[in-house]
Every structure is written in C-alpha cells, then in structure tokens.
C-alpha cells in the first residue's frame, strides 16, 4: 500500500526527531498574550475607523473586539498566574511578582473598560467614541509594559 507508507515514513521521522507535542501551562501563557494585544488594538483601530466612516458596522466591530480582547487577556491573565514557576526573593522571583501585579492592575482597567462598554454601546456618540477609544489605546501600552516585563523574568 504505497498511500500509507509514504505517510507513514515521515511522521515516524517526525516523532522519532521531535517526540509529541508537550505544552506547559506557561509556554501557553507565553504564546496567549499576543491575542489579547492584537485584538483590543483592533478594537481601537475600529473605533477610529467608525469615527470616518461613521458607519455603525465599525462601532459593532470595534464592540466585539474589545469583548473578545478583554476575555482573552483573562485567559492570559490565568495561565500566566497558574503556569508561574518562578516564586521567592530572587531576581527571578521579584520580577515575577512586579510582572503579575501590573497584570493585575492592567486587567482591571480593561473590565472596567469593557463595563463603560457594555453599558454605553447603544447610547455612545463620536465624542465618547474618540475617548474611548485614546483611553483604550492608553491601557493598550500598559500591557505592553506588562508584557516586556515578563519578557526579562527569565533573562
Ligand atoms: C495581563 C496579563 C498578562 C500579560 C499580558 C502577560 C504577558 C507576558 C509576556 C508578553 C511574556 C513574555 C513572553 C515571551 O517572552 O515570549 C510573559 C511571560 C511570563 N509571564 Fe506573563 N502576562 C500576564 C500575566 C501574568 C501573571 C498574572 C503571571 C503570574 C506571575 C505571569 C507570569 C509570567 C511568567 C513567569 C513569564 C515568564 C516565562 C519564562 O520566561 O519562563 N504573567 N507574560
């Protein structure tokens, strides 16, 4: 059976050289949080595009992300938190500490962002819109510092 060997062969190869896929909670971590950023700038890149165009699909678009973002930066905030391996009075664990306060205190900027949301979506106007969305992008760039923080932890 000529169909089989051929696959065969190379996936033997393949686990032979890499073995099976292993994840560790904080390699999830590590890889999650680039989907919170990337969506709760889209979300601001939304808002903006609906002050343009003023076209009420870019404000509902702009709405999703920001949902989305808000819940993906909860499961980062979670995996990072469970996954840390690095606890103590060392260097490691001091910068730990520092990188999962400003985790704590930029997750609470984003639910309450995410509650002004929620609460104002069907009443907001353009005013409120470009706020919002400077307020966003202003929250945006303390997780980035939270996250070139967790980038030095492990040296
Ligand atoms: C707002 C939520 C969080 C964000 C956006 C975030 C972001 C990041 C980023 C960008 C990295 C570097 C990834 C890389 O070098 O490839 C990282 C690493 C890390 N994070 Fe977080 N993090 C968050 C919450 C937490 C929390 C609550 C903890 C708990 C202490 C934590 C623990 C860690 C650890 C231990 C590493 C380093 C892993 C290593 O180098 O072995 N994170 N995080």
Known sequence: MLVPFLFASPLQ???ELFGLPHWSLIEFHEASTHFPIGLLLAAVAFDFGALVTRK???HDVAFWMQMLGTFALLVTLASGYFGNTYHGANDEGQKATWHQNFAFVTTGL???LAVWRVAR???IGRV???IYALVTLSAVA???ITGWMGSQIGG
């Open 13 to 15: 190869q393949f686990l």
């Open 56 to 58: 009420k699909m870019w």
């Open 110 to 112: 984003f639910l309450c």
């Open 121 to 123: 979506q069907r009443k």
């Open 128 to 130: 409120e819109t470009g």
């Open 142 to 144: 303390v997780i980035s």
